[in-house]
């Protein structure tokens, strides 16, 4: 649904806005999922790209889109309750705002627990045995979100119920230190939230502190908002590097395990002693990175378990892939990408045009070459 928000006094221009509506999403995930053809891969991500190539839509950071559709879909496959739950046929299942626990989501995410500390060792039994302690919390707390909006300003507790009564997630403010998303999260009159990292590189050489320190609610939060003083044991925090190849030992599901002392303050004010509390962090890799096609023969239920996401198959990780390599700036990308539409068009195809190698020859020609001194070259 667009708004048209503001015309110019020349009547020249505009300013036009697509908030997103609960029940607009809802609608638009029955459609998509009651086809038969992967619709999303198919036509709807494409043509997105299209637009973002052609420069028509403003979405701020390419990886940050891709992680929101990314958690989108996690969402989805969570409340359906495929494949862990219950068979429901996609066509068949009514979206309503249902909210699924925690514990659910974090499993659609990032199961089995492969847990290690920030210098990669493995967690010793004692160690997982308080991590699954820690997991067995989220049972009791309630997440549901269908679309994300942007914030203006730093998120509030008011704000995270907010969102909540609209099913919806945060994006934070362009170029924020620490996290690009906030996804609230509830327990009766208690709210919380997960805090999520977005890195689109094929490696990021911050980590470990990007997943960890850095997705510390001092680090997001101003000192006068008052989930600055959440504990990091009472939130999520989830780290997404889109492009990075999971390997042995950072394989695509990781929980990262970090010790944090607990202050005189907070120790004194829950009747504690002094002590280092494990905190620990989601990690997921190679989200933008398909795995090989799968044979003939092989099912599609097999195919997407022998996958780290049963709810992304390879065509649409593809798709995400190519979004998040949009370089929309570059405009050698843009005119690739316009003739890529081109020569898989009919209409194309009745065009006498140059060739792609001719046209990227004509295009070198037609652009100045800037020497390093700022000078164009003669």
Known sequence: MGVLNYVTFTNDSHITSYPSEPVLAFGAASLWYQLQSAALEKYLLPRFQEMLMQRLVDIGDTGEVVARIFLLLAMDATVMLSPKGPKVLKGNFVFSGQFCTVRQF????????????????????????????????????????????????????????????????????????????????????????????????????????????????????????????????????????????????????????????????????????????????????????????????????????????????????HCLEQIANAAWWDMKERVLSDVKRRDGSDFGKLLEVLSKGDLVEALECSQPIMLRDGRHAP
């Open 106 to 317: 974090l499993d659609e995410l990032g199961e089995p627990h492969v847990l290690k500390n920030s210098n990669g060792v493995t967690a010793t039994p004692e160690q997982k045995a308080n991590h699954d302690t820690w997991m067995d919390v989220w049972n009791d707390w309630k997440v549901g979100f269908s679309q994300f909006e942007d914030l203006p300003e730093g998120p509030t507790e008011e704000m995270l119920w907010l969102l909540l009564g609209r099913r919806s997630a945060g994006v934070l403010r362009r170029n924020q230190r620490g996290a690009d998303l906030v996804i609230p999260i509830f327990s009766g009159n208690d709210v919380s939230f997960t805090l999520v990292q977005v890195k689109n590189r094929v490696k990021d050489k911050e980590y470990p502190a990007s997943a960890t320190t850095d997705l510390l609610p001092g680090n997001v939060f101003k000192e006068t908002n008052s989930l600055e003083k959440k504990l990091p044991r009472d939130m999520i925090r989830l780290y997404i590097t889109l492009r990075e190849e999971a390997t042995a030992e950072e394989p695509a599901r990781m929980y990262v395990m970090t010790t944090r002392r607990t202050s005189a303050r907070v120790a004194a004010r829950q009747g504690d002693t002094l002590q280092e509390k494990p905190t620990y962090a989601l990690c997921l890799r190679s989200v933008c990175k398909p795995l090989p096609e799968a044979k003939a023969e092989v099912d599609a239920d097999t195919e997407a378990a022998s996958r780290p996401w049963s709810f992304l198959p390879s065509g649409l990780s």
